[in-house]
């Protein structure tokens, strides 16, 4: 068995009322988790972050599993930034993953920054940081860590597990390997393998990462450096990737940035300019550099049917979850066929799946934005699941 010493970090927002105050905690596991690598992991801590209450059975369980630059902070307010939880819009009382009747558990990925074990994290055996001594992880290693997590809550089945883009990643390898313990899957915004195009795109992230001189192969924690600079390219590239030309087009246009006419150098002329030099910098102030290669890393690695024969029907046959897949239409980086990809996997194995793809231009960052049928998307499926799961309405209706 784990030996599990939770700790409570103290995050609350005193406006919240008790029964929807996010309970903040890390999990400490001294039992070693074996790595799709070969490696095993020891110590190792899973953070994580809980809204609403668990009910008697414990079958009012939702896990939301974050995308690659999230964290557990998914609906109160960040520690770090201040700002609101990158899912407030869907997480809450009343909202379509309701706290007044879901138990909500978000946590913090293996290999993340966020108090979870990383790259940042300090090596046992050595007393200083990991850096690249850390072992490369994948989809399925943060998967497994968080079954850790599941079972020292004492809780048998979820009743959903729910992400967009690498949190619908690790949706796919939860109703793969957990087949048991997932009522409910709702998969956003996703694939089930990392197309060669998203490789690329994370080849450039990364290189503009270690070619910067404070990266220090990978021991800038050491040396008291941090590669600002290189994280703050990748994180401009990759933004890119979460926005469609018509989001980007009607934002900014041509726009000039505080000036009327060209300034013939190479500062921020352009308001897009300006805006993507603001995500690189507030990015690199909340997120490591070593988590950023292997995350990115593990999303290349993730190809679900490789792990089934190359035949991805395998994955989920015998399959009792029911299934919501959700797309976009303008999300070129997850486009609608890597969602139906997934849907005509289920149908072969005779699975209970429904899709919906969404009409918007906002890209693929539309899940984390306003989008009303989204949002009735998803409390629609949920609400249905919950009525057949036997789970009560919210007591306040």
């Known amino acids: 068995m784990s030996t599990v010493n939770p700790r409570v970090v103290d995050t609350l927002?005193?406006?919240?009322?008790?029964?929807?105050r996010p309970s903040s905690k890390v999990m400490h596991f001294d039992e070693p988790l074996m790595l799709d690598c070969g490696q095993t992991l020891a110590p190792f801590s899973q953070?994580?972050?809980?809204?609403?209450?668990?009910?008697?059975?414990?079958?009012?369980?939702?896990?939301?599993?974050?995308?690659?630059?999230?964290?557990?902070?998914?609906?109160n307010t960040h520690p770090v930034t201040g700002k609101p939880g990158w899912w407030s819009t869907m997480v809450g009382p009343g909202k379509p993953i309701d706290t007044n009747r879901f138990f909500v558990i978000c946590p913090n990925i293996l290999g993340g920054c966020m108090g979870s074990t990383g790259p940042a994290s300090i090596n046992p055996a050595t007393g200083k940081p990991y850096g690249l001594s850390f072992p490369v992880i994948t989809i399925g290693d943060m998967v497994d860590a968080q079954v850790r997590l599941i079972d020292s809550l004492g809780i048998d089945q979820l009743f959903?597990?729910?992400?967009?883009?690498?949190?619908?990643?690790?949706?796919?390898?939860?109703?793969?390997?957990?087949?048991?313990r997932v009522f409910a899957a709702v998969p956003i915004a996703t694939?089930?393998?990392?197309?060669?195009?998203?490789?690329?795109?994370?080849?450039?992230?990364?290189?503009?990462?270690?070619?910067?001189?404070?990266?220090?192969?990978g021991?800038?924690?050491?040396?008291?450096?941090?590669?600002?600079?290189?994280?703050?390219?990748?994180?401009?590239?990759?933004?890119?990737?979460?926005?469609s030309e018509e989001a980007l087009h009607r934002k900014?246009?041509?726009?000039?940035?505080?000036r009327t006419d060209?300034?013939?150098?190479?500062?921020?002329?352009?308001q897009v300019e300006s805006y993507l030099r603001h995500q690189g910098i507030s990015f690199v102030d909340r997120f490591d550099a070593n988590s950023y290669l292997y995350i990115t890393r593990a999303m290349d690695y993730f190809d679900l049917a490789a792990e089934y024969g190359d035949v991805l029907a395998n994955a989920f046959k015998g399959t009792k979850t029911r299934f919501?897949?959700?797309?976009?239409?303008?999300?070129?980086?997850?486009?609608?066929?890597e969602s139906k990809r997934i849907v005509q996997a289920l149908n072969a194995v005779a699975a209970n799946v429904s899709f919906v793809e969404i009409e918007s231009d906002k890209g693929h960052d539309a899940f984390l934005l306003d989008e009303p049928e989204f949002f009735a998307t998803v409390r629609g499926f949920i609400n249905s699941a919950a009525e057949k799961r036997g789970i009560p309405p919210a007591r306040n209706g």
């Open 13 to 20: 927002d005193l406006r919240i009322s008790e029964a929807q």
């Open 47 to 75: 953070a994580y972050q809980t809204y609403g209450e668990l009910n008697a059975d414990k079958s009012n369980a939702i896990l939301v599993c974050h995308a690659l630059t999230g964290d557990q902070h998914v609906a």
């Open 160 to 180: 959903c597990v729910i992400g967009g883009s690498m949190g619908g990643m690790q949706v796919l390898e939860w109703a793969a390997r957990q087949k048991e």
């Open 191 to 217: 694939a089930a393998s990392h197309s060669s195009q998203n490789i690329a795109f994370h080849e450039v992230g990364r290189q503009a990462v270690m070619a910067d001189p404070d990266w220090c192969g």
């Open 219 to 243: 021991r800038y924690l050491e040396m008291g450096k941090v590669p600002r600079r290189g994280l703050a390219v990748a994180r401009m590239a990759a933004h890119i990737t979460y926005l």
């Open 252 to 258: 900014f246009g041509r726009n000039f940035q505080n």
């Open 262 to 270: 060209r300034s013939f150098s190479f500062s921020a002329d352009f």
């Open 324 to 337: 919501c897949v959700v797309s976009f239409t303008s999300d070129w980086l997850y486009p609608t066929r």
